[in-house]
């Protein structure tokens, strides 16, 4: 059996394993992931992606121990002035969906979203994607509205923690 991934922070470093990651998408994937077609990641989103503060921007990779390879990336960002509430994303590379990837990956957003003092944490998908609505609402995410093919999911992470504590 081969070894599980292991997760850790993604650094400014990771630019090659990121870009090489999100060409390893399919179409479908990257669409449910980004919410639109999306060919290509320009150097200036890439640089987004890579250089996050690991407080306010946390991203994670779930990291192939065989070849180095990410096959997931999960990550958080606040918007600017807004410290208490951050929007996630999360996706895994096709061939190791539905192996838990992402719901370790979210795990641990959360946790890490919860020790930075973020206080709720919002999801938006595809209301087709039920895979990711599912692995949200494993995590404890509620559904909040229903939008233009769209739902937008939160966490109360005060609440979250409440419940892990009893």
Known sequence: MAPLPYIRPITAGDAERVAAAFEGLSDRSRYQRFLA???RLSSS?????????QRRH?????????D?????IARYATAAGDHDTA?????????????????????ELVG???ANGIARLTGVTLQGNTAARALLRRVG????AYTDGLVELELELELAQQ???A
Request: net charge neutral.
């Open 141 to 144: 995410f509620r559904t909040r």
């Open 112 to 114: 890490r979203a919860a």
């Open 45 to 53: 989103e890439l640089r987004y992606l890579t250089d996050v503060d």
């Open 58 to 66: 946390v991203a994670l990779a779930a990291v192939d121990p065989a």
């Open 37 to 39: 077609p999306k060919p």
């Open 87 to 107: 929007d996630v994303a999360v996706v895994v590379a096709d061939a190791w969906q539905g192996s838990g990837i992402g719901t370790r990956l979210m795990h």
């Open 163 to 165: 419940a892990q504590a």
């Open 68 to 72: 180095g390879a990410f096959v997931g």
